[in-house]
C-alpha cells in the first residue's frame, strides 16, 4: 500500500496513469464509527482540490469527503451508496469513493506518504 498518498483531510489516493482514486482512510472511519450513508460526486463533474466531493454520515456525525486534488470524476463507486457499512469493512480498498482524471500532477506534490499520515493521524488524534 506504499503507492498510496494522503491528505490532512483523511482521504487517500491511489495513482494508476491519470486516474486517481480517493477514498477515505481507516482513521477517519474509526473517528466517525459505523457509517449509515455516503453521497459522492456524480459522473462529470470537475472538483477543484480541497473542495466538498461528497459526504458521509455516520451513527456520530455527518462529515464532508473532500477531493485531495483537481479533476473530472469519471466513476463513483455505486457500491458505497447501496451499502455503506463497507466503507468500514475496507475504507482503503473496495470501498473507495471516486475516480478522478487528474487536472495537475503537480497537486499530487501536496500529500503524505504513509508514515508521514500515520504520524499526522497519531498526533490529531491527542
Do not use: C
Amino acid at each position: 500500500m506504499s503507492n498510496l498518498k494522503y491528505s490532512k483531510e483523511h482521504e487517500w489516493l491511489k495513482l494508476d496513469g491519470d486516474v486517481a482514486t480517493i477514498g477515505i482512510t481507516k482513521h477517519a472511519t474509526e473517528m466517525l464509527g459505523d457509517i449509515v450513508f455516503a453521497e459522492l460526486p456524480e459522473k462529470g463533474a470537475n472538483v477543484e482540490k480541497d473542495s466538498t466531493a461528497g459526504v458521509v454520515e455516520s451513527t456520530k456525525a455527518a462529515s464532508d469527503v473532500y477531493t485531495p486534488i483537481s479533476g473530472e470524476v469519471v466513476e463513483a463507486n455505486r457500491m458505497i451508496v447501496d451499502d455503506p457499512s463497507k466503507i468500514n469493512a475496507d475504507p482503503e480498498g473496495e470501498a473507495w469513493f471516486f475516480k478522478l482524471k487528474i487536472k495537475d500532477i503537480k497537486e499530487l506534490d501536496t500529500l503524505m506518504n504513509k508514515d508521514e499520515y500515520d504520524k499526522f493521524a497519531k498526533e490529531s488524534a491527542q
